[in-house]
């Protein structure tokens, strides 16, 4: 069995954004030193790393530096290159593994994992030519998601088609003439993403399911926990847990979830990484998402993941600065369970996450309606 991984030891993050930033500051308040990989020589997480490499993440050359030099790796992203994740996993484990996130990072292959060990999914076709995006079109209704394959993120490289005659050339290369996913959209009720860890011995622990709305296909806000039926609760649960074990998971996997108008449950997509869903445990939970990476990684014994009192948070994109290279947040902070998180992330563009916006309530709902009049928008939530 894998040994713990003490304090004092170097953790590698590959990827410096505010993911990376997050879990730095967690594994800094544990005692461990900090190697970040990253093109950006100014990403959020350079202030918190003792070594940082400065590379692509398909340099074989920089990620083997950073390997050599830490106990331990984990990534932020999905989008780091298999050999290269496979080249560092020479020198140091890779939590979770290359394999975990070879899977994940290309949506078929991750759509063909599910329906392979028999987790609920959408109906969907892959498509690898403009010719295969029409017939799928057409054998799907129409009405449909076209996802990139590879790459996309915060609603890019996504196309949302309505029902009728679609210009499957023009769809094509307006996704870049890539291999894409093709979904049928259907009739939801909800979306919740669920959060496990493993560690290497074996150990698991669930989160409770968050609640997510979006906006303009990005995170617009998720409070915890989800207020939903008990029996939907405990479904979610059971599917984390077995994906988790399937997997053989060292670390995290966020699991979206689809809630349909029956109330079942599909699997949407999953991230092998903390997710932006689960901010809120940083106050909701017994441990946030980011020290239980740490201790998952390092194979030390998780922690608690019961809620101490609901929370909700608020994204902060671009848009907001607009007007203002450090606009006030004075405002978002007169109410006492309010907190701001600022990633420190340049440049400034819209619909990019630059910080989000915390509160602790008395339900799941007092804490959306705080963080949204922080926020300075109408609380309009609508709970399944």
């Known amino acids: 069995m894998s040994q713990a991984i003490a304090p004092g030891a170097r953790i590698g993050i590959v990827g410096g954004g505010q993911l990376g930033l997050m879990a730095a500051l967690a594994a800094r308040a544990m005692g461990y030193r900090v190697g970040v990989l990253d093109p950006d020589p100014c990403c959020a997480a350079r202030p918190l790393a003792d070594l940082f490499v400065a590379a692509p993440f398909d340099d074989v050359g920089g990620a083997l530096e950073l390997a050599r030099r830490c106990a331990v790796i984990t990534a932020e992203i999905e989008k780091v290159p298999y050999p290269v994740l496979a080249a560092m996993a020479e020198k140091a484990p890779v939590r979770p593994s290359p394999e975990v996130l070879r899977i994940v990072q290309d949506r078929l292959r991750q759509k063909q994992w599910l329906a392979r060990h028999a987790f609920p999914t959408g109906p969907y076709h892959a498509a690898k030519s403009a010719a295969q995006l029409a017939t799928a079109l057409t054998r799907l209704g129409g009405d449909c998601f076209i996802k990139?394959?590879?790459?996309?993120?915060?609603?890019?490289?996504?196309?949302?088609?309505?029902?009728?005659?679609?210009?499957?050339?023009?769809?094509?290369?307006?996704?870049?003439?890539?291999?894409?996913?093709?979904?049928?959209?259907?009739?939801?009720?909800?979306?919740?993403?669920?959060?496990?860890?493993?560690?290497?011995?074996?150990?698991?622990?669930?989160?409770?399911?968050?609640?997510?709305?979006?906006?303009?296909?990005?995170?617009?806000?998720?409070?915890?926990?989800?207020?939903?039926?008990?029996?939907?609760?405990?479904?979610?649960?059971?599917?984390?847990?077995?994906?988790?074990?399937?997997f053989h998971l060292e670390g995290l996997l966020a699991i979206e979830m689809f809630i349909r108008s029956d109330r079942t449950l599909l699997v949407n997509e999953l991230a092998p990484r903390p997710h932006n869903s689960y901010h809120a445990s940083e106050i909701a939970c017994q441990t946030s998402q980011f020290e239980q990476l740490i201790r998952a990684i390092c194979n030390l014994p998780l922690g608690g993941t019961g809620i101490v009192r609901p929370a909700a948070i608020k994204n902060l994109f671009g848009q907001r600065w607009a007007k203002s290279e450090d606009p006030p947040f004075d405002h978002s902070l007169r109410d006492p369970q309010v907190k701001l998180r600022l990633y420190g992330k340049r440049p400034l563009r819209p619909d990019r996450k630059m910080g989000h916006l915390l509160a602790a309530g008395d339900s799941p709902r007092d804490a959306l309606a705080r963080v949204e009049r922080a926020a300075g928008a109408a609380n309009k939530s609508v709970f399944p």
Not at 164 to 175: F, P, T, V
Not at 216 to 241: C, E, N, S, T
């Open 148 to 246: 990139a394959a590879a790459g996309g993120y915060d609603g890019r490289g996504q196309i949302r088609v309505g029902p009728g005659a679609a210009d499957a050339i023009s769809l094509w290369r307006e996704l870049g003439a890539t291999a894409c996913v093709v979904e049928r959209a259907l009739p939801l009720r909800a979306e919740i993403s669920v959060l496990a860890a493993r560690r290497p011995s074996g150990e698991i622990a669930i989160f409770p399911p968050a609640l997510n709305h979006h906006r303009r296909r990005i995170l617009d806000w998720a409070v915890l926990p989800a207020p939903i039926h008990p029996d939907l609760l405990d479904r979610a649960r059971a599917i984390a847990l077995a994906m988790a074990n399937t």
